[in-house]
Every structure is written in structure tokens, then in C-alpha cells.
């Protein structure tokens, strides 16, 4: 039995090392950003309405800025199952505080499509809540090859 677990361990330690060496760890630079907005349906909302709203019209939007990608997310498991999320993913630091300066400030980007996200969310606010209230922006430290 000590010889298999002995085995069994010299095995892990392998394959632990292994993946660690495929794992490219640079402190941030050029893996990006991901930010995640929870989101609360708000009484009376419609999945499939809030689903079609956001792939068709909010996503569309925003995939204009150069440097960013965004999805809906709903949770399968875990502490936030059937809720929504939006995830932002961002090319770069660079390109997160670009777009979303740490200042508060409007971004020439969004500046440029102002006027339909004054629309978008004017749609927006009635069907959900926590939009830039309950997020999280992770910066990416490792990313496997």
C-alpha cells in the first residue's frame, strides 16, 4: 500500500509540474482583463426577453469598441445559479482603462456611441439592476498554453 501511494504522489508531482510549466505567468501584461457585473432581474422581467435584449441589442453596441468583448452569462452552479452576469473581457489593461478610466471620466470611445447607449439604457434599467454596481474587474496573471 506505501509503494502505491508512493507512486500515486510521484505521479501528482509529475503532472502538477507539468501543467505548471505550460502556464505562462507574466504579472498581467498582455493577458487582459476580465470584468464581471452581476445582474438581478428585476419583478415581472422575462428571460427571454432580458436574453434577447442584451444579444441583440446591448452586445452589438459595445462590441464597436475596439479592445473589448462582452457575453451574458448565466449561472449553472454554485452560489449564483440562474442569476445573470455580463462579463467584459478586455486585450489589455491598457485597453480597460482606456475605455473605463479609473477617473470616472467618459472615454472617447463611449463618447462616439453615447447616444445609443443613453438608449440602450433607457431599455436596460427596468428589466435589471447591478450594472456597474456589483463587479469585479480580475486581471489576468496566468494563462495556459
Known sequence: MKILTGIFLMFAFLVVGELNAEVRRDGGAGLGVV????????AGVS???????I?????????????LDAFLAKGDRGVRTGEYSLILTFES????NRIY??????????SKIQDDINSLWEKF??????????????VRIGNIQ
Not at 47 to 53: A, G, N, P, Q
Not at 93 to 96: A, L, V, Y
Not at 101 to 110: D, F, L, R, V
Not at 125 to 138: A, R, W
Open 35 to 42: 470584468a464581471v457585473h452581476d445582474l438581478k432581474l428585476k
Open 47 to 53: 428571460e427571454k426577453d432580458f436574453e434577447s435584449f
Open 55 to 67: 444579444e441583440n441589442e446591448w452586445l452589438p453596441m459595445y462590441s464597436k469598441i475596439k479592445g
Open 93 to 96: 489593461i491598457e485597453d480597460r
Open 101 to 110: 478610466p479609473a477617473s470616472g471620466e467618459t472615454s472617447e470611445e463611449i
Open 125 to 138: 434599467e427596468p428589466m435589471s439592476e447591478g450594472l456597474g454596481e456589483t463587479f469585479t474587474d480580475y
